[in-house]
């Protein structure tokens, strides 16, 4: 038996109709895919984000350090070419006096708990 001549044209549509479904599905799926490697993947937008969030923070981490670097360098510098520095410093720290000074020490009096005692 032979087939109607509508009935081949009919399949060929059929077929058309499929092949075209499965590039549309086809296409879908690759922008899909695509879509979530662009902003979720180890490379994606997402990771970049977090890559500049944490350039930019280690950056200004790195300023704050710089600055506190040529503080104390200025610091330094002070120690060993400023005598009035020195001076300062071994008085502070060391508890050092010229000769000749009279030094006064104040105590704060304490009560019997060892505490110092409240003024009125």
């Known amino acids: ?3 109607r001549p509508n009935q ?6 059929a077929r ?3 092949r075209w ?3 549309v599905i086809s296409g879908a799926l690759l922008m899909g895919y695509f879509t979530y490697s662009f902003f979720f993947d180890t490379m994606g937008f997402m990771n970049y984000l977090n890559m500049k969030r944490t350039q930019s923070r280690i950056a200004d981490e790195m300023k704050t350090i710089e600055e506190e670097n040529a503080r104390l360098r200025e610091d330094i510098d002070a120690v060993r070419h400023d005598r009035a520095t020195m001076e300062g ?4 720290r060391l508890g050092m006096v010229r000769e000749g000074e009279t030094v006064f020490l104040f105590v704060p009096s ?11």
């Open 110 to 120: 304490t009560n019997q708990n060892g505490y110092p005692k409240e003024r009125p």
């Open 8 to 13: 081949r044209q009919e399949t060929l549509q």
């Open 16 to 18: 058309r109709k499929r």
């Open 89 to 92: 410093l071994a008085r502070d």
């Open 1 to 3: 038996m032979k087939a």
């Open 21 to 23: 479904t499965f590039y």
